[in-house]
Structures are given as structure tokens and as C-alpha cells.
């Protein structure tokens, strides 16, 4: 059974940061590409940022990019997101997911995903 556990998410004022962190089963975190989203109330999920499995690809939603870094530990089995500068806007449950590695990089879109968390709140208050 793959397992992800998400943590790190809290309450921060705008401008401020958090780092996220994605806990995996180890024997199914080789191989795996990586991925976060986040859903704000009344909103779709969408994809954040994704990491391939061997941590030399990522990719970010352009609203995040140069704010956000994801990376991952292999060796803890872990995936974090960075992030700084938060908005007022990015208030959102922010979700882990994974699947298996085609070669392809990690996809973009919820549905590119097998396995996910169950998600942690992040708040930016003003």
C-alpha cells in the first residue's frame, strides 16, 4: 500500500514562508515521480510543482516559480516544498502525489497521479 503524509502546513502572514514535507513508503519511493497541487475552497485542485524520481527533473506552475523549490530525500524518503513570499491567495489544502516513473518527468495534472496524501492547510493571513 503506498502511503504519503503530508505536514508542515500552518498559518503565516503574507510575505512569510513555509516548508512543506511529503513522507513516503520507502519501497515505493525510488522510481517515483513527485508531485504537489493544492484546492482552494470552491476551486479546482492545481498542480504546484513536480519532481521526476531521481530528483534532476522539476517543474513549477508559473505562478510559483521563483518562489517555490521542491526537491526530495532519497535517502529519508521524503519530498519538501519550499515555499517564500506567500500570497493571500494561496491559502489552499496542499496535496502530495506520486506514480511511477515513465521517463516522462512528473505531469502537471491531477489525473497524471495515482497515489495521493490526505493533505495539509496552509493559510496566509494578511
Known amino acids: 500500500q503506498v502511503q504519503l503524509d503530508e505536514s508542515g502546513g500552518g498559518l503565516v502572514q503574507a510575505g512569510g514562508s513555509l516548508r512543506l514535507s511529503c513522507a513516503a513508503s520507502?519501497?515505493?519511493?525510488?522510481?517515483?515521480?513527485m508531485g504537489w497541487f493544492r484546492q482552494a475552497p470552491g476551486k479546482a485542485r492545481e498542480f504546484v510543482a513536480g519532481?521526476?524520481?531521481?530528483?534532476?527533473?522539476?517543474s513549477y506552475a508559473d505562478s510559483v516559480k521563483g518562489r517555490f523549490t521542491i526537491s526530495r530525500d532519497i535517502a529519508e524518503n521524503t519530498v519538501y516544498l519550499q515555499m517564500n513570499s506567500l500570497k493571500l491567495e494561496e491559502t489552499a489544502i496542499y496535496y502530495c502525489?506520486?506514480?511511477?516513473?515513465?521517463?516522462?518527468?512528473?505531469?502537471?495534472?491531477?489525473?497524471?497521479?495515482?497515489?495521493w496524501g490526505r493533505g495539509t492547510q496552509v493559510t496566509v493571513s494578511s
Open positions: 519532481i521526476n524520481w531521481n530528483g534532476a527533473r522539476t
Open positions: 502525489a506520486g506514480r511511477i516513473s515513465t521517463g516522462s518527468g512528473p505531469p502537471g495534472t491531477p489525473s497524471g497521479y495515482n497515489y
Open positions: 520507502p519501497r515505493t519511493f525510488r522510481g517515483y515521480d
